[in-house]
T-cell receptor
Framework: SQTIHQWPATLVQPVGSPLSLECTVEGTSNPNLYWYRQAAGRGLQLLFYSVGIGQISSEVPQNLSASRPQDRQFILSSKKLLLSDSGFYLC??????????????FGPGTRLTVL | SQQGEEDPQALSIQEGENATMNCSYKTSINNLQWYRQNSGRGLVHLILIRSNEREKHSGRLRVTLDTSKKSSSLLITASRAADTASYFCATGRIQGAQKLVFGQGTRLTINP
């Protein structure tokens, strides 16, 4: 069966510090991978998605970047965190299918607080 | 901006009652999905309805889709305290490759 892991679960970082959040998927090959951010009590904002190794699409201009060094690994990074980067970060995967969007499977999330 | 807009933003009902949540969207879609999120957790997929379908059932869940009105509804029958969560609709576009656009969600509270 497929599983998705995210770490760390919680993170408190000072403004200006770097960030690295990792997401890995097991039990599937060539998944689509996604990074979302969720503000408190709000919906999900798509930050990045990837349909293959080294292929990253950015949805909104921001202080963050993403990389996919391996097929089932997706990393969210920042060189210098801002207060506005605080939030709940969710990684998700789906099966690639041409012509449509499949259901997505979410990781447990990382709660990031920037002080 | 988010395409899906859920209505109401918050809903509080008594256990055993039915809960209905609505979702509206703006552009043409390939499918519409509903997800559930317990507080502080990741989202869990509930049901997917394709653009050529009008109604779908899964256990106590019933989803309808009206593409002419660009709207969908999620009905949870015989609600339980464990149904307390936030519910999100998400739309998959015809073009735009593999992305979903999520709404802001409905916060559902089931009172025992």
């Amino acid at each position: 069966s497929q599983t998705i892991h995210q770490w760390p679960a919680t993170l408190v970082q000072p403004v200006g510090s770097p960030l690295s959040l990792e997401c890995t998927v097991e039990g599937t090959s060539n998944p689509n991978l996604y990074w979302y951010r969720q503000a408190a009590g709000r919906g999900l904002q798509l930050l990045f998605y990837s349909v293959g190794i080294g292929q990253i699409s950015s949805e909104v201009p921001q202080n963050l970047s993403a990389s996919r060094p391996q097929d089932r690994q997706f990393i969210l990074s920042s060189k210098k965190l801002l207060l506005s980067d605080s939030g709940f970060y969710l990684c998700a995967w789906s099966v690639f299918e041409t012509g449509g969007s499949n259901e997505q499977f979410f990781g447990p999330g990382t709660r990031l607080t920037v002080l | 901006s988010q395409q899906g807009e859920e209505d109401p933003q918050a809903l509080s009902i008594q256990e055993g009652e039915n809960a209905t949540m609505n979702c509206s969207y703006k552009t043409s879609i390939n499918n519409l999905q509903w997800y559930r999120q317990n507080s502080g957790r990741g989202l869990v997929h509930l049901i997917l309805i394709r653009s050529n379908e009008r109604e779908k059932h899964s256990g106590r869940l019933r989803v309808t889709l009206d593409t002419s009105k660009k709207s969908s509804s999620l009905l949870i029958t015989a609600s339980r305290a464990a149904d307390t969560a936030s519910y999100f609709c998400a739309t998959g576009r015809i073009q735009g490759a593999q992305k979903l656009v999520f709404g802001q969600g409905t916060r559902l509270t089931i009172n025992p």
